[in-house]
Structure formats: C-alpha cells, structure tokens
C-alpha cells in the first residue's frame, strides 16, 4: 500500500521536477483530508501539481478560474429550467468533482471566496434550498498570487484557517529547470500518467491516518508549539484550537508517508511550516502575512523532547 | 549599605532565577519566611507556653505544642502553594508616556491549586489571584509609563501567605516582558517639510490616503467603513458589501521632519507623534523623516504604528 | 496584610462558629449575662456585615465595657483573680466582633481565641474536655484560613478542610514535642480557679461533714501497687490527725503542724504504690501507715501525716513507700503526748463515769481498749448515714441513748472514751477501701470512702490504730460503703443518675471501669506528665538521661516527621521528568563531551542523525539508542530502562573516553 504511496510521489516528481518535499506536503496534506493553499507566481506548476495529484490518485478534476465576475453560481451551479421535462434542472458545477483547483482564488469577491470555502468546510453545498452533497473524496486546491495586484481580495483571517497547509512552490532549481526546458512539455505528460490508486486505497489510506500513534510525549510537543504561539509576545494572536488539531492531522499523515505508524517530533517539524505559516502574524508586523520567521523561531525555540 | 548591595542582590538574583518568558517556580526561586502575622502568633504561643509552665497544665502545653506544630506543617503548605506555580509573560500593547503600561501575566497550573496567588511591583498594592487547578489564571498588572522607549518593568514580586497567613513565601521573577512606550503626543505647528528628493517632483499629484476626492473604484467593506460609501447597486446585484473607495488628491506628500521642527528633541518627538496620530485619524499619507531614518509616506494603522515606533525608539539604538 | 482590610464572608461565619465553639465549656463557669452578651454582638456584627448596622461608636463601646466590668464585679464580687480575669477575657473575646472592622482585628479576635480554650483548660481538663478543644481550636484555623482567601472563594467547606488537614498532620509533631519538651516548675505563682467546688476532707470534723462526703461520688485519689493490692481492710489511708475536741468537733491540734518527723522503725513488709490525687484545695497527702516518699513530694509532719508546700490544686502524682508493721514512737514518749489526752472542761458526765468504771476494770490499756470495742460490738449500736440529731453532750447522747450513726460518730466517741480513761488517743481521718479496677490494676477511693477511726499510744509500743466502725459493720471496711448501707437505701439516693449505683448491671458496669481506665491513663499519662514522669520515661527510653542526646533525638524525629509530610504534600517523584527523558539526558551529556550538542528544538531522531554523521564511529551504536528511544517514547513500545540503559552503555563503551569539554 505505502509502496504505491511512493509510486505516486515518483510519478507526481516525473512531472514536476525538483519540487519532492512540496509534493509529498501535497500528498500529506490530501490524506489527511485538508484543503490546500498554493501561493505563488503565476507558471510555477500550481496547476501541474494539482492535476497530476489528481491523475495519480484517480480523481475527477476540475479548475475553476477565479476572476472578479465568477459569481457563486459559476462555481455550485444552477438550476435551469427545462423545457422538455418543464422542470427546473440542476447543472452541478466545477465544484462537483473530486479534485476542484480553485485558481487564483483571491480575484473573486468575497461573496465568491465564501461560497467555495463554505463548500470545503460542510462538505455539502445549498443551492435553492436543496442541499448536495459533494463526492468523497473532496479537496480543494486553491492558488493565489503573492503580489496582490488591484483588484484582488485578500482571503481574511478566518477562511485561511480553513486550509489545511499553505504552500509555495517556488522557483525549481537549475538542474531542475535544465531538465524542463530539455524534455517534453510538461502538460503533454499528463495524459499519460496512470492513476496509481483507486477510491477504495485512498479511503483506506485516509482511514488509517488518524491510527497513526501519536503518544502522549508528542502530544506535549505540540500543546508547547501551540503554547508558545499564545504566551510569547512575538505573536499577534495564538493557533486556534482548529490549528492544532491540523497540526496533529498533518503529522499524522506525514508519518504514514514515511512508512511509520507512529509520530515522531520531527514529523511535526516537518509540516508545521506549512501547516501553521498562513495562521500566524507577527505582532511587530499586523498587516503582513507570513509567520515565516515566527515558524523558524518554534522550531528553533521550542523544546522538541 | 542597602543602596550599595542593591546591585549585589539583583546580581544574584539574575543568576538564580534568570529572566526568561515562562518561570516555573521551584524550590530554586521561593524564599520562605514568616510573615509580621507569624511573628504575633509566636508570641501568642510564647504566652500560652507560659501559662502552661505556671500552671503545670498539660494540656495547655499541649495545645501550644499543637499550634507550634501547625506553625511548622504551614511551612511546608505555603511552599507548596507557590511551587510548580508556571508564569509565562503575556503580550502587552503599546502605550503613550503619561498611561498605564499594561503587562499581562498568565499563572498556570500544572497541577494542583494555588489559592491567593499576589503578584505586581511593591510598594503597590499587589494583585491577589487563585489559580485553579490545572488551569490557568491571567492577571493586567500596570506601571506608569513615564519615559518613551522600551519600558522593562522591575522583577516582578510573586507572593503567597495563604493557608494561614503565618508565613510568606515569595519569589523574585523577570519574565522579560517589555512595553514600547511612544512619546506623549503634543499638540503645535506643524512646518510641513516638502519632501526627499526631486524624482518625487515629477510624480506631482498623487492618490494617496482615503478622501473624497476621486472616484477610485470598489473594494470590500470593512467594519467602519462609512454607511454612504456603500454601493448598494453591486450589493443588490449579490456582488456583497462593496464600497465606493474615493482617494484624497493631496498633493504633494506630506513629510513629517524632525529637523524642521523646533525645541529640544523630545518636544520634537513629542510633536510629531501628535501628527502622526492627527494625519492618520485624517486618512491622510505622510512621510517620517528622522536624523538617519526615513519612513516612506503611506498611510494606515500599520503605517502609523510603524513611525511611532521609529518616535518610540529614537536615539535609542545609536 | 494591611492592604487587605475587609473581612470575607467565610472568615466572618467561621469566627462566629469558632466563639460558640470557644465558649461553650466556659458555660459551666460563666455567669449567664455572658450568654447574652454574646448573642447580642454576635447578631450585631452579623448585621454589620448586612450593612444594616453600624460599627458602634466611642461612646456605645465605652459604654458596654463599663457595663461588662460592672456585670463581672456583680457576678464575681472583684475584678482579679483568675475567675474574674476569665470572665474578662471572654467578654473581651466577645465584645471584640463588634469592633472587627480589617483583618488584621479578624486575627487579635482568633488569638485571643486561642487564649480562652488555653483558659478553659484551667477549669477543666478531662479526656472530653481536651478532646472537645480540638473543635474550637480547628473552627479557629479555619478563620484563620478564611481570612487569607482571595475573596474569590465562597463555599465554607474547602477552609474547614485544610485547617483539619492541618491539625491532623500537626499531630506527629505535637506528641513528639508533648514527650520531649522540657517540664520545668512554675515560673511564678499564679491565682487558681477557686470555684472548682472541691469536696474531700477539712482540717475539722463534726459527723455530719463525713455524713456529708459519703453522698459524693467524686474521685479522691487512685492508687496503683507495684506489687499484690493488699486487701481492702487494710488500705486505711491516713490524711490528716484530729486531736483537738471541743464537745462538738474535732480539729487538728497546732502541734500536729511541727514539720519534724517523729521517730518510727520500719519492720516487716513494705508496700510501693503511686498516687494520683485529685486536686483537693489542701495540703495533705494520702498515704498508707507509715508512709515513706521522696523529699521533694512532701513532709512527713508531727503527726506521720505527709504534707506539701501549697495546696494540691492540680492532679498530683506521688510516690510511696509504705511499712504497715512499723513502730511507732515506740521507743520513747512522744513530746506533744498531752494534746493526746485534752478534752473539754465540762459536759458529757456519763461517758466520763463510764471511763472511769472502765478505767477501773482494766488497768491494762489493751484490755481497756478491747472492752470498749466489745461494748459497741455486742450493744445494738447501728451503722447508718442518717442518725438522729444530737444535743448538748454529743458523745453521752449517742454511746447510752441513740446508738445510731457511722464512722466520725464511733471514733470521736472512742477517742473521748479512751482519753477520759487516760489513754492518750486520736481520731484519725482520711478514706477506707476504695475500688479495685481489674483492668488496671488499681484502686480508685471516691469521696464516699471517707473514713475515721482512732489509734491510741501505749507505751513501749507506740501508736496502734483500731477501727471500732469495725465492730459495728464490718462489712463497710471490708466491702465498702454499698453494703454497710444496703439495708438503708442511702448510698447516693440523690443521685440517681450516677453510675456506680448500677453497679449490678454487669455491662454497664464494664463500660463505667472502662471509663476510668481510660480516665486513669489520662491523668496519669498526660495530665502528670510532669517534671519527674517526664524524666521517668525518659530515662526508661534512654537510659541515661543526657539532654544533648534527647536534644538530637528530639530534632531527628522532627525532620523525619516534617520529611515524611513533605513527600506526602509535595510529591516530588510526580515531578521528576520519566526514566524515558532521563536517559536521554544521559545520552545528551556523553555526546556533548564530544561537542555534539542537541539544539532545544531538535528531535531526537535528527539529532542522532548529526551525531552519528559527526561520529561515525560510533553511528551504529547512537542510532541503535535513538531508535530504541523512538520505540518507547513515540512509537508505544515496552517502556523498559533497561534496554535504554543498555543502548546507553554500549555506547559509552565505544566512544573513546573523555572526561569533559
């Protein structure tokens, strides 16, 4: 089972070079059912990743580029009338897939961000009244833009919690972009590349996460990380209780995807960066984003034994 | 002699309990003697001795022995109301001279409960706190501001008398903990100074700030936002709550400069926090300009934290 | 402590729990007005703390001090003394709430608590007593308690329990300190309780004060024998000698206070017993013929009874060495024989004419004695606790007319007999018998078993003691009081209520002597725990008595006792960090001898990792510990120490030995 885990991984990394360790945050992240925020430029492989993610792990996938008139319609759906039938029938929308990448998520309004993130939160959407459910699995990988530009909306404080990690991809090293620029264009690999696991192996993998071991010495660890981000005077505000429960969940999945079936600090370490970077500010610095160097001083302060 | 082994004691002091953001306390960290109250009950005891003594009474000794032996048992209660006691600093916000300086201090609990837990700055009056068991308590101890700069409170006196008030055990604690202290903010004239270089000329008229001049488009509404502003068309279009943003054509940049200004440098500094606080109430972009640091013009809260804590901090770092 | 004035609720409640506590066995002693005083500053402070009342003013408690001071001269007739002061410091005690304003008034209110149960302690020290001040004593702490909450806390129940808490863990230390502390003499004199209405013997006797002792059941003394208890007609125990008499009463002669001891020669067996004596108000001693005991118990006095300095007014434990077949003044005539032989000038002629007759018939004065004793023996003399009145000539009324009456009656009128015959005679008084208490081995002498009886001297043999209630019922000096009286019904007839009428009941009977028992050890063990009983034990525990040695087992016992209470309060093994981290610790420090040093915020599975590549020597055996770590630390395995202990070990052994960097 784990072996095919790595075979994703292998088959992800054929087509997004250089990127292994943002790869396997992605494929953490997925097991342990969050929601995932890409920050980035635009042509860094936010959209490859996501879709290759999709084609290894046989998901339906489907992009939804957000714009400032996507309004939340675009996104549910609607209901249209028919005329052959007479009645009213609902087009499901993009959202209605396994894999939905939400592109560039801060062009949309507000209202727009809502409904998408609401979707993500109930697993379920309303629309007139009914409520549908969305497919299981479900994720959502949303990118936005670093450099806020007019016209966009940065997502608030309280939908950023609701993804599970934030991550950017950064520029690949050289030999990385030497490889890309020698072989054949990326998206045409795509289509070749074979899902490697079913629904059931991805239900199994996801059920087995929250069996991973987390002793009671490790849950200290992380109730100090959360502790310090609450008493130290470097931070604006404390993790939510939501953050370390993500905190425990992506470490849980970080562990089984190092074949191990129990949590080791290190785990934690490894994701916390991305778990934790997009909930945290520095009291120094209330407008900007990033606890980059917030998440740098945990790992470096905080007791790990 | 108290002054010259002030230095002495805090010397000491600093080693055995180093300043550090949480603190457990320990046996390391109390001190324990008895109180004025303990003092009184002894000589009660003496007395009652006495009377035990004189009339050869048995169970007067035996009383006496009694409270002497809850004297001794306290000791060990009221070390024990203090020890594994956990203080962890809690952030406090800026001030201006002339406030309170609020510093926040979290006392936890890891174990047992700690009841009328006093803690603050002798000689004021010390906050008296329980802590539940695994719980946590946190106690707003204030200190008048009186310098701009970082304020760093003295050590900070934990203290505990409960079950009997017999003893008094205490301890001595730094929990780092620093409040930044913008200057008093003076109201006066202002000299505007007109800027830093000449590649700003050509730029001329600017949109900066939040005015009503130019209709500059729609952005998300915030709490506070002016009701009028509201574009109600978009709201009912399902669009949400946008609002009409129109910027103020100022010109050109205001800049606040120090050497512009008259009087000693603290009146200076004093000044131009007014305006810093006036210019953003406004809405209004400006530029900070002090002997060797120059804050661009923007505007905003951050922005305005930004340059008083330039003010704050003035002529500290050189 | 001045910084935190008012008084918490739960203070207040258990200081007014604490003065009822405090008060109530003053009760016994208090005039009754103090009832109400209480009551009615009790209800005015609690209004006070309603804010319905007001702190009363100058004038109001000037004015309630003066009427307190009045009250007590009304009740006591003076101002000093220890009853008065008593009374004073209740009053004070009481009056003090309504001036309660801070905390620090809460704390002179709770000391001067202390200092009341200390007081009641004076008038009263039984088991229950001592027992009950534990009440007071802890309703007081937990004011104590009280007043130190924050104010936060509301529920009475929490103080009660620490300040229990505390009393019960004081414990240890208290007996420790009860048996080790030194016992020293009274420092100064100090008044006594006067009103403890003691009953017992006086220097003077007419019938009716013996008539009037045998309707008490109080305890006069108890008496343990080292060896066999001798039997019960042989315990006269001697108090005191009346050689004066005045046709009514007998009263002791001023000769009889000469502190010189008369010449006596031990013969035959000695007995040896202790005395517990109950505090009588006088100055004799009870001891058996003749007694002996150490110098500083007493004086033998003139008449071979033992006087103290000052007045027995607290439990007493002597020492006696008894020798009932010694001599006495055999040798030679006494100095002080004519106060023997006094008599009044006139009345009683017929006993006088008898006297004579006798005297005349016997010149022998055993044979004298023996006729007289036969006389009352074989005439229908009746032994009874209620005789008739008797007139002028008390002895002519009662030997030819009455012939009714009891112990004073038939020694007084033997005495006067003898003496009219010539026969130098005293009556002797003190008590007879007394109870056995099987479970403890002695005899307990109430005050009913107040006794008279007569000795007389001759010479060449010196004094002799006869009984002539003897002849009459010999079954009140052989079994006691009960059966002289039993065909009467006048033992204890106004007390019903009292135990040892019940004395058929076996089981109730059972309960009563365990009771005494239990009272006996009291008083012996800890309210005599004095002086020489302290010095005793001591002695019996170590041997020698050296301070310094029972000054360092005295400290040494403390600080266990005080250790093994800290262990309990604090438990430190619940804070020491698990085997698990403390061989990490280990592993940490070996390592840093060779400058690899674990960052805080390092885990130990990429710690290993950098020592390993820093050492690879010895990889093999830091991976080897770091994943055993791993295994019991995270992965749930079998904590084992040893395993750990191991790892560590075979670690040690492969890297090259360094002290330290």
Redesign the interface.
């Known amino acids: 089972m784990r072996t095919k885990l790595d075979a994703c991984l292998d088959s992800v990394n054929q087509v997004l070079l250089g990127k292994e360790a943002q790869v396997r945050l992605a494929l953490t992240c997925l097991l342990a059912r969050g929601h995932l925020l890409i920050e980035d430029l635009p042509g860094m492989g936010k959209t490859t990743l996501s879709h290759a993610l999709a084609r290894v792990l046989g998901l339906s996938f489907q992009r939804i580029q957000f714009t400032s008139d996507l309004l939340p319609g675009d996104i549910l759906g609607t209901s249209v009338f028919d005329k052959d039938s007479g009645q009213f029938v609902f087009h499901p929308g993009p959202i209605f897939a396994e894999l939905v990448l939400a592109d560039e998520i801060n062009r949309a309004t507000p209202k727009s961000q809502s409904a998408l993130l609401e979707a993500m939160e109930e697993g379920q959407v309303t629309i007139e009244g009914a409520t549908r459910p969305l497919p299981e699995p479900f994720f959502v990988i949303a990118t936005q833009n670093p450099v806020s530009s007019g016209g966009t909306f940065a997502l608030p404080e309280s939908q950023l919690d609701r993804f599970l990690m934030r991550l950017s991809l950064g520029y690949p090293a050289q030999a990385a972009e030497r490889a890309l620029l020698l072989g054949d264009a990326r998206r045409d690999l795509l289509p070749r590349m074979e899902s490697i696991l079913d629904h059931a192996e991805l239900a199994r993998l996801q059920a087995q996460v929250p069996k991973v071991?987390a002793?009671d010495?490790?849950i200290d660890y992380v109730l100090r990380l959360v502790e310090a981000t609450r008493s130290q005077p470097q931070f604006a505000w404390g993790l939510s209780p939501r953050a370390s429960l993500a905190l425990l969940a992506a470490a849980r999945a970080w562990a089984l995807l190092a074949e191990?079936?129990?949590?080791?600090?290190?785990d934690v370490?490894a994701v916390l960066p991305s778990v934790v970077g997009h909930r945290l500010r520095e009291r120094a610095d209330p407008t900007g984003h990033g606890g980059g160097s917030l998440v740098q001083w945990?790992?470096?302060?905080?007791?790990?034994? | 002699m108290r002054a010259a082994l002030k230095p002495l004691w805090r010397r000491w002091l600093a080693r055995r309990i180093p300043p550090a953001a949480s603190v457990r306390l320990n046996q390391r960290r109390i001190f324990i003697l008895p109180?004025?109250?303990g003092a009184?009950?002894a000589v009660?005891l003496l007395?009652?001795l006495?009377?035990?003594?004189?009339?050869?009474?048995?169970?007067?000794?035996?009383?006496?022995?009694?409270?002497?032996?809850?004297f001794?048992?306290?000791i060990?209660?009221t070390?024990?109301n203090l020890?594994?006691l956990v203080l962890k600093a809690g952030g406090g916000g800026a001030v201006f001279v002339g406030e309170q300086a609020r510093f926040r201090v979290r006392l936890e609990s890891p174990?047992r409960e700690h009841?009328?837990v006093a803690l603050g700055w002798p000689p004021s009056?010390?906050v008296?706190?329980?802590v539940p068991r695994q719980g946590q308590t946190e106690v707003d101890l204030s200190q008048p501001a009186v310098r701009r700069g970082w304020l760093r409170p003295e050590r900070l006196r934990v203290e505990s008398?409960?079950?009997?008030?017999l003893l008094v055990a205490w301890s001595w604690v730094d929990l780092d903990q620093a409040v930044l202290v913008y200057p008093r903010p003076l109201e006066g004239e202002l000299p505007l100074s007109a800027g830093l270089g000449e590649e700003e000329e050509e730029e001329g008229m600017r949109a900066r700030g939040q005015g009503a001049d130019d209709f500059q488009g729609l952005r998300e509404y915030q709490p506070g936002d002016s009701k009028r502003r509201l574009d109600w068309k978009a709201y009912s279009r399902g669009q949400g709550l946008l609002v009409k943003d129109f910027a103020m054509l100022s010109g050109r940049d205001l800049w606040l400069d120090f050497d512009s200004l008259g009087g000693d440098s603290e009146m200076r500094l004093s000044l131009l926090c007014y305006w810093v606080l006036q210019f953003t109430e406004r809405q209004q972009a400006f530029g900070l300009q002090l002997p060797g640091q120059v804050i661009a013009p923007d505007y905003g809260e951050g922005h305005r934290d930004v340059c008083l804590r330039a003010l704050a901090l003035f002529g500290a770092r050189a | 402590?001045s910084?935190?004035p008012g008084i918490p609720r739960i203070a207040l409640t258990w200081l007014l729990v604490a003065q009822v506590l405090v008060i109530v066995p003053h009760l016994v002693h208090l005039p009754l007005w103090m009832i109400a005083l209480w009551l009615g500053a009790a209800g005015w402070r609690v209004q006070i703390f309603r804010m319905r009342a007001r702190y009363p003013n100058g004038w109001a408690k000037g004015g309630l001090v003066l009427l307190v001071l009045a009250g007590i001269l009304l009740s006591r007739g003076t101002l000093v003394g220890l009853d008065a002061a008593s009374v004073l410091l209740i009053a004070t005690f009481t009056l003090k709430l309504l001036e309660m304003r801070t905390r620090r008034d809460a704390?002179v209110l709770i000391?001067l608590g202390?200092?009341c149960?200390?007081t009641a302690?004076?008038f009263e020290?039984g088991i229950l007593?001592?027992l009950y001040?534990l009440l007071p004593?802890t309703a007081l702490?937990t004011a104590?308690?009280g007043?130190?909450?924050?104010?936060?806390?509301e529920r009475p129940w929490p103080?009660l329990r620490?300040?229990g808490g505390?009393?019960l863990?004081?414990?240890?230390?208290?007996l420790l300190?009860?048996v080790f502390?030194p016992?020293?003499?009274?420092?100064?004199?100090?008044p006594?309780p006067s009103d403890k209405g003691v009953t017992g013997l006086s220097d003077s006797m007419e019938p009716a004060d013996i008539a009037e002792l045998s309707r008490s059941s109080a305890l006069a003394f108890r008496a343990s024998f080292e060896g066999e208890v001798p039997a019960r007609g042989q315990l006269y125990w001697r108090a005191l000698t009346l050689e004066r008499f005045d046709g009514r009463r007998w009263s002791q002669s001023s000769y009889a206070d000469v502190p010189v001891a008369p010449q006596w020669s031990k013969a035959g067996e000695s007995l040896d017993y202790s005395i517990i004596m109950q505090p009588s108000g006088k100055r004799w001693l009870y001891v058996l013929d003749v007694g002996e005991m150490a110098q500083d118990s007493g004086r033998m006095m003139n008449d071979f009874r033992w006087q103290r300095l000052r007045p027995v007014d607290?439990p007493l434990l002597y020492q006696v060495r008894s020798w009932p077949e010694a001599a006495r003044e055999a040798s030679a005539e006494p100095p002080g024989l004519r106060q023997a032989l006094q008599l009044p000038e006139q009345g009683d002629p017929r006993s006088h004419a008898w006297a004579a007759e006798l005297k005349a018939k016997y010149p022998q004065s055993d044979a004298l004695v023996a006729a007289v004793l036969q006389h009352f023996n074989r005439e229908p003399y009746v032994y009874t606790l209620r005789p008739q009145p008797l007139g002028r000539d008390s002895i002519d009324e009662f030997l030819f007319d009455t012939r009714r009456g009891f112990c004073a009656h038939y020694a007084g009128a033997m005495t006067f007999v003898l003496r009219a015959a010539g026969i130098p005679a005293r009556v002797v008084a003190g008590y007879q018998g007394g109870e056995l208490n099987p479970n403890g081995n002695y005899i307990q002498v109430r005050q009913f078993d107040a006794h008279a009886w007569v000795e007389y001297w001759q010479p060449g043999r010196g004094w002799r003691s006869i009984d002539p209630t003897f002849q009459v019922a010999p079954e009140r000096i052989e079994q006691g009081l009960e059966e002289a009286l039993s065909a009467e019904d006048g033992f204890l007839d106004d007390q019903p209520f009292s135990p040892l009428r019940y004395r058929e009941l076996a089981w109730l009977n059972q309960l009563r002597m365990s009771w005494e028992n239990l009272n006996y050890g009291w008083q012996r063990w800890?309210?005599?725990?004095?002086g020489e009983q302290q010095l005793k034990l001591l002695q019996n525990w170590f041997g020698s008595l050296d301070w310094q040695r029972l000054a360092i087992a005295l400290v040494g016992t403390g600080a266990l006792v005080?250790g093994l209470?800290?262990l309990w309060?604090?438990k430190p093994w619940?804070?020491r960090p698990d085997p698990?981290?403390q061989a990490?610790r280990k592993f940490e420090r070996l390592l840093a001898r060779h400058d690899v040093r674990r960052?805080?915020?390092?885990?130990?599975?990429?710690f290993a990792l950098r020592a390993a590549r820093q050492l690879p020597e010895q990889a093999e055996q830091i991976e080897t510990f770091a994943r055993c770590f791993?295994q019991q630390?995270?992965?749930?395995g079998p904590a084992s120490r040893d395993a750990l202990r191991q790892a560590l070990s075979d670690l040690r052994r492969a890297l090259p030995w360094r002290l330290s960097r």
């Not at chain 2, 000794?61 to 009694?66: I, N, P």
């Not at chain 2, 008398?161 to 008030?165: I, S």
Request: no cysteine; proline share 4%.
């Open positions: 071991r002793s010495a490790l191990r079936d129990y949590v080791i600090p290190e370490q945990l790992l470096r302060e905080v007791p790990a034994l | 109180s004025r109250v009184v009950f009660a007395l009652m006495l009377v035990g003594i004189n009339y050869q009474n048995s169970l007067a000794y035996g009383l006496t022995f009694l409270l002497v032996s809850v001794v048992v306290t060990l209660h070390y024990r020890a594994g174990e009841q009328a009056e010390l008296v706190r329980d008398r409960f079950p009997l008030g | 402590m910084s935190l704390l000391f202390f200092f149960v200390v302690y004076l020290d007593a001592a001040s004593v702490l104590l308690v007043l130190q909450h924050s104010g936060f806390a103080p620490l300040a505390l009393v863990q004081a414990i240890p230390l208290m300190l009860f502390f016992r020293m003499g009274p420092l100064w004199s100090l006594m607290r800890v309210l005599g725990y004095q005080i209470l800290a309060l604090l619940q804070q698990q981290r990490f960052e805080a915020g390092e885990g130990a599975r990429s791993e630390r995270y992965a749930g």
